[in-house]
């Protein structure tokens, strides 16, 4: 049976549905339009207006003694219009949070998960409530926009946005609250994504470091796009090495005097044959990557030269000369004929 | 005097064959003996390789790998040939030991016939020592113990 509150509800709801809905674009397009200008990087932004059964359900949700959740719900439910972006990593929120207070009028921030004594894991956001600023842009153009709307803006990580995603479709599909055992696996879980959340970080963290350290000054002109063509053109599709080991060749190819893939080019050595290499070599180390056998080819092909132009800085002793030649010998066997 | 040290392991053993060489945690504490064996699959198998160096506390990682593969020098590359290995096979980056051996080809490296182990419970799980005569002419564990 439907109650006054119902009605006056889903009253207010169909009076504002429109508004809402024009609502709901502007601030799609301000907030990805200041993320953007921010120059924050893949963020994932979705928006909608709370569907009309949802908005009355919660409008009208009582407590546990009977007594209505919300005095007021036309001012209390504040995510009638709600945005939420997707960031790829917790440590991104900040970062996203920043623009968003500067070109919104914050009323209310909640940094859910991060409160003071929290001691149990679950879902972690931070949620805005916004509203737009009377010299916005889109509410000068579109006076009837208004300024008294609420906006409710979620930011979470992937893992937080996968975590809440499925609470929401069990307790969906279950159509009631989820039992204690559930609730306990719902925590356990949102601990180990917790954990997965700050291990992204910190691998974050290393392959920006390494990446920093290795394509310095001692690669010059390579980059790692480069690097990787030169594997993928000389041992051929589907190589993909890692950073280190791209790096490292084009600390090779700087001292043999090639500061850029021109230079190499220029010098005609005669690059065919990667392909029968990598096969022979990797019959006897199947893990041997791409990076390593163009350095054998670059061995084979400048011969001598080779150790002439690095030994300066490396240090080739006779021992190592007569390792190389034996190498060599046997890539010679290897390189006679061509790709098949 | 014992002159053979006997390692555990399934992978091990596969290892050595490709990489001729042995790779375990930092800081684990050998005797001083010139040869290593391998003990998996109820037997110690069939070679006893001359450890040639041994070099503790090595960084296990791509950038380490790389270093010393794309070296001049051919010890550094061989180094760098086995993380290489180590790294494509189960090992996870970090602080490491490497044994070099000599090849299961090279006739530095003792052959014999392997030497099964009967009992219901592992010869070893971690290493043990042995004679390398003992090993050459034993048929099973059991003759290792003999005086």
């Known amino acids: 049976m439907i109650n006054e509150r119902e009605l006056a509800v889903g009253a207010y709801y169909d009076q504002q549905v429109f508004r809402l809905q024009e609502l709901r674009a502007a601030v799609d397009t301000a907030v990805r339009k200041e993320l953007d200008a921010a120059g924050l990087y893949a963020p994932q932004i979705s928006s909608r207006v709370k569907e009309r059964d949802s908005f009355i359900t919660k409008a009208c949700a009582r407590r546990e003694d009977g007594t209505h959740k919300y005095d007021d719900p036309l001012t209390q439910v504040v995510d009638l219009v709600g945005v939420r972006i997707v960031v790829p990593l917790a440590s991104d929120i900040p970062a996203v949070a920043y623009p968003l207070r500067v070109a919104f009028d914050v009323v209310e921030e909640v940094d859910r998960g991060n409160e003071e004594h929290v001691h149990v894991p679950g879902y972690r956001s931070l949620h805005l409530v916004v509203r737009l600023r009377e010299d916005h842009q889109a509410v000068v153009a579109r006076p009837q926009l208004g300024t008294d709307l609420p906006i409710e803006i979620q930011v979470r990580s992937r893992l937080q946005d996968a975590l809440a995603s499925f609470e929401h479709d069990i307790a969906y599909k279950a159509e009631r609250e989820p039992s204690p055992r559930v609730r306990r696996r719902l925590v356990e879980l949102a601990s180990l994504l917790d954990v997965a959340d700050r291990l992204f970080e910190e691998l974050q963290h290393q392959a920006v470091a390494e990446s920093g350290a290795d394509f310095g000054a001692a690669t010059q002109s390579w980059t790692e796009v480069d690097l990787q063509n030169l594997v993928t053109d000389i041992v051929g599709e589907g190589e993909t090495d890692a950073l280190p080991w791209l790096a490292e060749l084009g600390r090779v190819l700087v001292e043999l005097g090639f500061p850029d893939r021109a230079a190499l080019d220029r010098e005609s050595i005669g690059l065919q044959g990667g392909r029968r290499l990598a096969r022979a070599v990797r019959q006897r180390r199947p893990w041997t990557p791409g990076a390593e056998i163009v350095d054998l080819l670059l061995r084979h092909r400048m011969g001598s030269g080779y150790l002439e132009r690095r030994t300066p800085s490396s240090g080739a002793s006779a021992h190592d000369a007569a390792v190389f030649d034996e190498e060599l010998r046997e890539m010679a066997s290897v390189l006679e004929g061509h790709d098949g | ?147």
Request: some cysteine; overall charge positive; charged content about 20%.
């Open chain 2, 1 to 147: 005097m014992d002159d053979v040290l006997v390692v555990a392991g399934g992978q091990a053993w596969p290892f050595y064959r490709l990489t001729s060489a042995y790779v375990c945690q930092a800081g684990r504490s050998f005797r001083d003996v010139p040869r290593m064996a391998f003990y998996t699959k109820r037997a110690i198998q069939g070679a006893a390789a001359r450890i040639e160096h041994v070099l503790d506390h090595i960084e296990l990682s791509h950038a380490e790998a790389a270093r010393r593969t794309l070296s001049t020098v051919a010890h550094e590359r061989r180094i760098g040939r086995v993380l290489a290995a180590a790294l494509a096979g189960a090992w996870s980056e970090g602080p490491v030991k490497v044994v070099l051996l000599s090849p299961i080809d090279d006739p530095r490296t003792i052959r014999f016939d392997p030497v099964a182990h009967h009992s219901g419970t592992a010869w070893t799980m971690g290493q043990r020592y042995t004679k390398l005569a003992r090993l050459r002419s034993a048929r099973s564990t059991m003759d290792l113990a003999a005086s």
